[in-house]
C-alpha cells in the first residue's frame, strides 16, 4: 500500500481508534473516541468520513456500532498487529499502567548525559501522562533493560512519551537472544 498522508488530526483520531479497540474486540463508539482525543463526537463523525473514504476505518451501524480500524489503518500509522505481543511493563508515578504496551524504544543523545533522552512509543492512551511524572519502563524481553525517568514531554498525535533518562540498567550477563 502506498503511503497515505494524514493530517494530525486523523492520525490523532486513528490512534485513539487503533488503542480503544483491542479493549472492546467490537466497534468503537465515536463518543468514546472523542473523549480520548478531547474532542467533540461531530468533529469524529466529521474525520472518520474522510478515514472511511482512505478505507483506513469501517463503520458498524446499528446499536452496537461505532467503528473498526481496518489492517490499513495499522499499516498507515505504521503500528505492528501482533496476536501476542511481548509485554513491556510501564509504571506511570509507581503505578503499573494496565492498558498500555511499550512498542519501541529510541534512545538519543547517550553520549551526553545531561542530555540523555528517550523516546517511549506507545500503543495505549498517554492522555493521563503529564510533564515530571515519574516513569519506569522495562524490563524489555530480551535485553532486559530497565529504564527509569520523568517524563520531558509528549507527542499524542504519534503516542510517544519523551523521558529525561535518570537511569538505565540491563544485566551484564549474556542477553536472552
Do not use: W
Not at 529504564?147 to 544485566?171: C, F, Q, W, Y
Request: net charge negative; charged share 25%.
Amino acid at each position: 500500500m502506498s503511503s497515505i498522508e494524514l493530517t494530525s488530526s486523523q492520525k490523532t483520531i486513528l490512534t485513539a481508534l487503533i488503542n480503544l479497540y483491542p479493549k472492546t474486540e467490537n466497534a468503537v463508539k465515536g463518543e468514546d473516541i472523542a473523549a480520548e482525543v478531547d474532542r467533540n463526537p461531530g468533529t469524529i463523525r466529521n474525520q472518520m468520513q474522510s478515514l472511511k473514504a482512505l478505507q483506513l476505518v469501517e463503520g458498524v451501524p446499528g446499536p452496537k456500532g461505532g467503528y473498526k480500524p481496518t489492517a490499513n489503518a495499522y499499516e498507515a500509522l505504521d503500528v505492528e498487529q501482533m496476536e501476542e505481543p511481548a509485554s513491556v511493563p510501564l509504571f506511570h508515578d509507581g503505578e503499573t499502567v494496565e492498558d498500555a504496551n511499550v512498542e519501541e524504544i529510541d534512545l538519543s543523545s547517550v553520549h551526553h548525559p545531561e542530555l540523555c533522552r528517550a523516546e517511549i512509543h506507545l500503543q495505549g492512551s498517554i492522555r493521563s501522562f503529564s510533564e515530571g511524572d515519574e516513569v519506569n519502563v522495562g524490563p524489555t524481553p530480551l535485553s532486559k533493560l530497565v529504564i527509569n525517568g520523568v517524563l520531558d514531554g509528549k507527542d499524542d498525535t504519534n503516542n510517544i512519551l519523551i523521558l529525561r533518562i535518570k537511569s538505565m540498567e540491563a544485566p551484564a550477563d549474556q542477553p536472552g537472544h
